[in-house]
């Protein structure tokens, strides 16, 4: 044993001595570019190239490592042996992740490309403002030297947009509302923002199902119209006018767009908005790939119809500007021309993918310029429950197909006119006991079709004398200028006299 480490000591002086030979012979310098030598003659008869994508750029966070991780994400959950699972902020759900110093064989249009997730431990870091963390991160991708310029040209770009998709499609929606008088958050954003839970969607929205495939092959025209709208030279963006009246689904059906296409909600309060440079602002900080709401727009500030404003303004003898009487009284400045720019002119352009939804009751009380296409590309009239639409209200809160009262409810339901909203309260009022739920309702539709129909037989004799009244009076109103103008000769044939 004891010559055992004898011989182990004198092989160790050994080493240690050629060691020092080799140092004082071949100085660091030499060495290092012997390496360096070395590498690059590896790196000509190799017929792979590597790139390395590090966690932490100078001090910034490497987005395309965040990208490349969640993109490696979908394919690591089938394949992969040995995982990482992780939650982000805001997240409803849990990706997976390669391990660390594992690796995993992909493949882009026949190139075969491959993945290692590099960990290492950070040496002693100096002085900075930024603790950087102790392990040292990065991606090694190995892909072949004829490949180079697929990879990089178009690989990376399909990476970054596969891994926004997986995000947006992980991430929960977002509702957002602009802040009390244009003021700013905490972080200096006017928008406040509240998860969005809103469960519409086009399979619960009661609505004609024909009218829905219609307007879910439209949003997914849009959605995957990027190359269209480059090519035209078109802004990618589409506006969508809801009118109808209350209660007929216009909220629900802003919901059921944003979860159909996973775009967060923008609801814009005209109202906190003073004038027209804070609108384009609020604009410039909507994020692409989101709806851009304005609810009631007929209520929120006057931008009526300049024909009939400006009509009713001269017969007052008023003012004929319609807009600047408007901005005086309530205080707020922001313009028809404004509103215009905001979702058709060159400020509608600062992002891509949005979509502009308006709501109103009364369609009739908008300005044109504001409901043609480029602006409310689509116009889409939230009408009265009917039968179809009923079908659904049914199923969805009784599950239930109508039974034997299907023909009486289809004699009725137009005739009523009455909302979805009013149908799903009555269902929902009657939920634990189905057969009543329905027999209510029918009873409750014959009821209105027959006080409908009796109200328009009224309000038809009604108009009637209404129009004999108006043509009395204006034939009282002949006679009496015939009986005053004949008066007036008479007056005038005695002053002569």
């Known amino acids: 044993m004891k010559e055992y480490w004898t011989s182990l000591a004198s092989l160790l002086g050994v080493l240690a001595f050629c060691q020092s030979i080799v140092n004082s012979i071949f100085p660091p310098e030499l060495r290092f570019a012997i390496l360096k030598l070395t590498g690059r003659l590896f790196n000509l008869f190799s017929s792979y190239v590597y790139f390395d994508i590090t966690e932490i750029d100078g001090v910034n966070t490497n987005e395309l490592y965040n990208a490349v991780q969640l993109y490696l994400s979908s394919s690591v959950s089938i394949s992969g042996t040995r995982l990482s699972l992780t939650r982000a902020v805001n997240s409803s759900a849990i990706t997976f992740g390669l391990a660390n110093n594992d690796s995993i064989a992909d493949s882009f249009n026949g190139a075969a490309v491959l993945w290692e997730h590099v960990v290492t431990q950070r040496h002693s870091q100096s002085f900075s403002w930024r603790p950087l963390p102790d392990e040292k991160r990065g991606f090694t991708l190995r892909i072949s030297k004829n490949d180079k310029s697929l990879v990089l040209d178009s690989y990376l770009d399909y990476i970054m947009e596969r891994a926004a998709e997986i995000r947006r499609k992980n991430q929960d929606r977002l509702l957002y509302t602009n802040s009390r008088g244009g003021s700013l958050d905490a972080r200096g954003h006017p928008w406040e923002s509240v998860p969005f839970k809103h469960p519409s969607t086009f399979d619960t929205l009661a609505m004609d199902p024909a009218k829905k495939l219609e307007i879910m092959r439209d949003l997914r025209d849009f959605a995957e119209g990027q190359e269209f709208y480059q090519r035209t030279g078109r802004a990618w963006k589409r506006g969508y ?133 480029g602006r409310m590309d689509m116009h889409i009239f939230m009408s009265y429950c009917s039968f179809p639409a009923l079908k659904i209200l049914l199923k969805n809160y009784l599950g239930v197909d109508g039974g034997g009262v299907w023909k009486e409810i289809e004699a009725v339901i137009d005739k009523a006119e009455m909302t979805p909203a009013d149908v799903s309260e009555l269902l929902i009022k009657n939920r634990r006991d189905k057969d009543k739920a329905v027999a209510e309702l029918l009873e409750i539709l014959k009821e209105r079709a027959a006080a409908r129909c009796g109200g328009r037989r009224y309000e038809a004799v009604e108009e009637e004398q209404e129009k004999r009244a108006v043509e009395e009076s204006k034939e009282g109103a002949e006679e009496g200028s015939e009986f005053s103008s004949e008066k007036s000769e008479e007056e005038d044939d005695e002053k002569i006299k």
């Not at 059906?253 to 159909?260: S, Y």
């Not at 967060?264 to 989101?290: A, F, G, W």
């Not at 009284?329 to 002119?345: K, M």
Request: net charge negative; hydrophobic share 35%.
């Open 241 to 373: 006018l809801l009118y109808g009246p209350p209660g007929t689904g216009k909220s629900s059906m802003i919901a059921a767009m944003a979860n159909f296409l996973g775009y967060d909600i923008y609801d814009l309060e005209l109202t906190e908005v003073h004038n027209n440079s804070e609108l384009r602002k609020l604009l410039m900080k909507t994020s692409s790939k989101s709806i851009i709401v304005i609810e009631d727009i007929d209520c929120s500030i006057n931008l009526g119809n300049r024909k009939k404003s400006c009509s009713s303004a001269g017969n007052r003898g008023g003012s004929s500007n319609f807009y600047e009487a408007a901005a005086e009284e309530g205080g707020n400045s922001i313009t028809l021309s404004g509103l215009l720019n905001f979702t058709d002119g060159l400020w509608s352009c600062c992002g891509s993918e949005r979509i502009f939804v308006f709501t109103t009751n009364h369609v009739e009380k908008l300005d044109p310029a504001l409901l043609r296409s």
